[in-house]
């Protein structure tokens, strides 16, 4: 995963994918601290913000977290926005720790640690980027499904989610090896 402007010289004809740059994935997560962070976009914890993130990258699980009953109906795969992996705690994605570095270097967010628990949260600069990013229309359908995300689950401790997320999709996410991929929801 590179920055866009680390990319500036790649050859113009080579594919360039959105889930490796890097300011994609810091764009999402400024919007889900802006969205599901409450009045001072600030989410309690990595678990909490990586299963938060899980469904909003996954919007089928989401949907089948809604409706339980319904959780084995087919789903399409290509609606994973950008893929996730299997890791202790759940959903997990490798690249966090190097993206919410990035955020923070640029005053964006504030990492702060109460207890064991890393508090991440926007800096008054971070608010005023995800203002902007907000009002994009570009970005109206994901900040709309972010809103859902956070009515449901919002509420949610990261431990609750992630019991959550081994109880409901157990094929899917808990049976897998560690650092296998999420790929959908199966039949």
Sequence with gaps: MKSLKNLANRPAAAPLAADDILEFHAGRLLLL???CGGT???INGLTKMAKLDFFVRYP???SAALTE???RKAVRTDAVEAAMVRHHYGPWDKRYYHILAYLESRRLIKVIMTGKTRRIGLTAHGKAAAKKLLEKEAFSDVIGHMRNVNEALGSKTGNELKIMIYDLFDEEVA???LGQVISG???
């Design 33 to 35: 601290l802006s969205t």
């Design 69 to 71: 009953g319904l959780r």
């Design 185 to 187: 929801v199966r039949k």
């Design 60 to 62: 089928d699980f989401f």
């Design 40 to 42: 001072t976009g600030t």
């Design 175 to 177: 049976d897998q090896p």
